[in-house]
């Protein structure tokens, strides 16, 4: 993340119209995160506090949960709400458009898909990219109601990073299969991991990442990490991501008809 924020830096300080444009991609996805992030921490954290208070041998002062909870909720919000939410609105703002497009005449890289389509493209991309960690740090795998590990694992991470590449570019090349490959691949991918939460244990995944069994009471003690709850989630997160590859779909080119045949006589 650091990285990236430097070269935004470096491209917005010089002006290029690549710089500006992934900025404001980076900040309407930092800024949908951020809000889901940080209402869930509200909701979450003081679940989480209470646990830990009830399970420590010394009792937390009081007020002590009250105070961190403001803390930890405000910092989100100004970290992963106000902060992008700025970035977000001066990048858009037409003065600001007209700036680099006069800093920056030539023709771009991102000129080539439209800023929503760029955005799927990237959110494939950072997809990969975790499907990849995965396969060499943490090789599990939820697939239809079991979980895989070791080198099958590895081999579905590295297969779906791959394959997130792929549609990667193919979202940015407009290409209307690719469109509907993300839409089969995510619908296929919450199925598979809907049944999992529902038949399988959620705990036997930290077991097999090695988590100990005291920080497993902990999670436990949340009252949410629950088949159910998860799946849940899993819908929810579904019907967004559908809803806006159907917002975005008007930006693909559709196949070209094949020309008629030309009668044998001419």
């Known amino acids: 993340i650091g990285v990236v ?7 917005s300080v010089t002006a290029r119209r690549w710089a500006r444009a992934l900025t404001i991609v980076v900040s309407w996805l930092w800024l949908i995160v951020g809000v889901i992030a940080t209402l869930s ?7 989480t506090l209470r646990a830990q208070a009830a399970m420590s041998p010394k009792p937390l002062p009081e007020g002590f949960m009250l105070v961190m909870s403001f803390i930890v909720v405000g910092m989100m919000s100004i970290l992963m709400v106000l902060v992008p939410l700025m ?11 007209a700036t680099f497009l006069r800093r920056d005449p030539g023709p771009r890289w991102t000129d080539r ?16 990219a975790g499907y990849l960690v995965l396969a060499v740090a943490m090789p599990v795998f939820a697939l239809f109601g079991t979980y895989l590990t070791g080198a099958s694992a590895r081999l579905a991470c ?19 299969s690719a469109w509907w490959a993300t839409l089969g691949l995510v619908v296929v991918g919450c199925a598979s991991a809907v049944l999992t ?14 988590m100990s069994p005291e920080s497993m009471g902990q999670v436990a003690a949340m009252g949410w990490v629950r088949g159910p709850v998860l799946a849940g989630f899993a819908m ?7 809803a806006y590859l159907l917002f975005i779909v008007r930006y693909y080119r559709r196949t070209p008809e094949p020309p008629a045949p030309v009668a044998a006589a001419l």
């Open 197 to 210: 939460f529902l038949r399988a244990d959620v705990f036997d995944v930290y077991r097999r990442m090695g």
């Open 158 to 176: 590295l297969l779906l990073a791959a394959i997130g590449l792929y549609l990667a570019w193919g979202n940015f090349q407009l290409r209307r």
């Open 236 to 242: 929810a997160s579904l019907i967004a991501f559908v």
């Open 5 to 11: 924020l430097i070269i935004l830096g470096i491209g």
């Open 113 to 128: 898909a439209p800023l929503p389509v760029l955005a799927l493209s990237l959110m494939m991309c950072y997809a990969a």
């Open 87 to 97: 970035l977000a609105v001066f990048y858009s703002r037409p003065s600001v458009k």
């Open 41 to 47: 921490m509200a909701i979450l954290l003081p679940r």
